[in-house]
């Protein structure tokens, strides 16, 4: 096995697949437009994810995690689950979910060897929750998040994007939560797209853990053993949940980033916040084999760019975060 490192000298080890463009919420700073579907024969195959994964895998990619769109609104996705963590060189297969149909799925899913989960939930108020879902129903995320807990797919991170004037009230609740349920919460800063939903939502999560601090005490820093991505982890004093902060806008954490994504339509984004994508499906069903895809990853690994532009107000045109998967 080689190494797949890039042109600052950064190791991809981590590739998000999204297997839909579909979902069945309507997050109000996630688009402002369901209308365009992929086409069922845009879509990967299972089959054509899992070979772009083993081709990954033989250049250092150690794990995958499943989104979308919703990826369980994908049929069969345990299947999925089951090819990639029998793929060699493997080790973790994620999923990030926003939970409405986890109660049904999360012991199939682990079953098939799925290690862990992240759920998305923005309020615990089930009216508000609604209307930033677009009618989505808070206690089908709640019966989601105990089956989860219940299947063993720990450790269950639920991830918060805080909008001003949204959502922000519930910090203190959500972080009381690592306190009273042992919940695992991260705090999301909103990302501007293109789409321009919620262009002065974003809270900086320096205001968030000031907040926290202020009203529930010192956050001690947390280093935990699972997952190493751009969260920064604490602990409110004896709470045996923890808390995560993603500054995605104020806090560039490009230089570590160690990650690529895979659209539902088969092309690989090399950053999450910038148009350039390199087509693998294409290729593939023209019958390119390991040894070529292989090439075009590391093709894909050169053109990475060394940070995003969030801070010049240049935001992905192309696609909306539901299309490219978070
Ligand atoms: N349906 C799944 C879910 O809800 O988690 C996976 C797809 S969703 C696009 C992945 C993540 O992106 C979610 O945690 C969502 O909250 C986050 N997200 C979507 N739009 C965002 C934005 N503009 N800024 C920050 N996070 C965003």
Known sequence: MTDLVDSFSRHINY????????????????????????????????????????????????????????????????????????????????????????????????????????????????????????????????????????????????????????????????ARKTLTDGWHVRFIEYMPFANGNGKNSMVPIHDIMSSIERSLGKLEPHFPTSGNGPARYYKLPDAPGTLGFIGAVTECFCAECNRFRLTADGHLRPCLLDDDEIDLKGPLRCGANTAELERLIQEAAIRKQQQHHLGENRAPEKRQMWQIGG
């Open 15 to 174: 590739m998000r697949i999204s297997v839909t463009d579909r979902c069945d919420l309507r997050c109000i700073y996630c688009t402002d437009r369901f209308d365009y579907k992929l086409n069922h024969d845009d879509i990967l195959r299972y089959e054509e994810i899992q070979q772009i994964v083993q081709a990954a895998a033989g250049l250092g990619v150690k794990k995958a995690r499943l989104t979308g769109g919703e990826a369980l609104m994908r049929l069969h996705l345990s299947r999925l689950v089951e090819m990639l963590s029998q793929t060699e060189g493997i080790d973790e297969v994620s999923l990030t979910t926003n939970g409405t149909q986890l109660a049904q799925y999360a012991q199939e899913l682990k079953m098939a060897g799925l290690s862990r989960v992240n759920i998305s939930l923005d309020s615990l108020k089930p009216e508000r929750f609604g209307r930033i879902t677009g009618g989505g129903q808070l206690e089908d995320v709640l019966a989601g998040i105990e089956a989860a807990k219940e299947a063993g797919l720990n450790p269950v991170k639920l991830n918060m994007v805080v909008l001003r004037d949204e959502n922000d009230d519930e910090v203190l609740d959500f």
